[in-house]
C-alpha cells in the first residue's frame, strides 16, 4: 500500500497539472492580496489587517472546492480511461487501491496548501508589513485549519466515492460542487414546504460546520463536533466506495 501511494505521488509530481493547479491557486491568493491593499487605498476607514483577516477565515471553505482538482489528478482520469485495471491485475486489492488513493489525494492536497500559505503570507507580510495583529490573525487562521482538516479529509472521501461511481469527469464536477453549493438551499426549501423538522438536518453539513468554525471562537464543543463529523463521514462514504469498488467490473 505504501508502495502504491508512492507510486500516486510520484505520477502526480511528474505531472505538469499538479504544479499547474497549485500555481494558479497560488496566484489567486496572491492577487487577492493585491486587492485588498488596493482596495485599502479607497476605503482608508477600514484597518488593512481586519480585512485581511476576514477574507483570510472566509477562506476556510475553499478547499471544499479546491479539492476536486486533486481527486481528478489521482482517481478520476484513471477511472475515466480505465487504467485501473493495470493496478488490479498486479495484484492490489481493491480496498487498498481506495485507501491508497484517498491518502494520496490528501497528501497532495496538503502540499499543495503548504505551498500556496507560504506564498499567500509570505506576499501578505510584503505587502501589508509585519505586526502583531496580522500575526494573531495567521495563527488563528492556522489553529482554525487544523479543527477544519478532519471536514476536509471527509470531503475527499466524498469526492473519491463520486469519481468511481460516476466515470464522467465533467459530471461529476457538476454533482460534487451541486452537493456542497444547494443541498442547504435545497434543506431550507423543505423546512418552509413540508416540515421545520428539516431545518434539523443542517446541523449536519460540513459547509455549515466550516463556516462555524471560521466565524466564531474556537470551543471545546467546536473541535469535538468537527473531528466526529470528519470521521464519520470519512469512514461512512470510504466503506461505500470500497464496497462498491468491490463489485464494480474493472475493464
Known sequence: MINYIKAELYRSFNRVSFWAYTAFIAILAILSNVVILNV?????TDS???????LLMETLTIPVFYVVGFIDIITSEENKNETLRNV????????????????????LAFIAEIITLILYFGSSFILFGVNNELLTTIISFCQKSLVATPLWIAVISIGTCLTIIIKNNTIFAFVYTGIFIFTDKIIKLLSFFVSNNFNNLENFLITKKINEISA???TSGTIISSVLMGVIYTLVFTTITILYFEKKEVK
Do not use: D, E
Open 88 to 107: 488490479v491485475v498486479f495484484g492490489v486489492t481493491r480496498s487498498k487501491i481506495i485507501l491508497s488513493k484517498l491518502v494520496a489525494t490528501f497528501i
Open 40 to 44: 485599502h487605498g479607497h476605503i482608508p
Open 48 to 54: 488593512i489587517n481586519s480585512m485581511f483577516g476576514g
Open 216 to 218: 466564531g471562537p474556537l
